[in-house]
Nanobody, 124 residues
Framework: QLQLVESGGGLVQPGGPLRLSCAASGFALDYYTIGWFRQAPGKEREGVLYRWSNGATNSADTVKGRFTISTDTTKNTVYLQMNSLKPDDTAVYFC??????????????????WGQGTQVTVSS
């Protein structure tokens, strides 16, 4: 069974860091484009950052310089490191995997596999 499971969400103060994990089972993450998306209440799901199959990454302007993606192939897990968090980063965060062309990395419809989501709340 192909599955993605996120973890690591929670409540964090503005300016603080948080790391999300996305563990895959049933397939090797390394061969796919991995995307991180988020959805805030009343808003559409938006692409945050993605890693293409060759390791290249692309970040949305809203998180550039603050969020990074990394992969541990031994654990078949992808991480989203979030630094300097802001209240506007509050959302449910999802990881996704698929055979996605580079130019479409922020397009949610391109991804085949999705995790269940994890809540991130940035508040004092």
């Amino acid at each position: 069974q192909l599955q993605l499971v996120e973890s690591g969400g929670g409540l964090v103060q503005p300016g603080g860091p948080l790391r999300l994990s996305c563990a895959a089972s049933g397939f090797a993450l390394d061969y796919y484009t991995i995307g991180w998306f988020r959805q805030a209440p009343g808003k559409e799901r938006e692409g945050v950052l993605y890693r293409w199959s060759n390791g290249a990454t692309n970040s949305a302007d809203t998180v550039k310089g603050r969020f990074t993606i990394s992969t541990d192939t031994t654990k078949n897990t992808v991480y989203l490191q979030m630094n300097s968090l802001k209240p506007d980063d509050t959302a449910v965060y999802f990881c996704a995997a698929g055979s996605v062309p580079w130019k479409l990395g922020f397009s949610a419809s391109q991804y085949n596999y999705w995790g269940q989501g994890t809540q991130v709340t940035v508040s004092s």
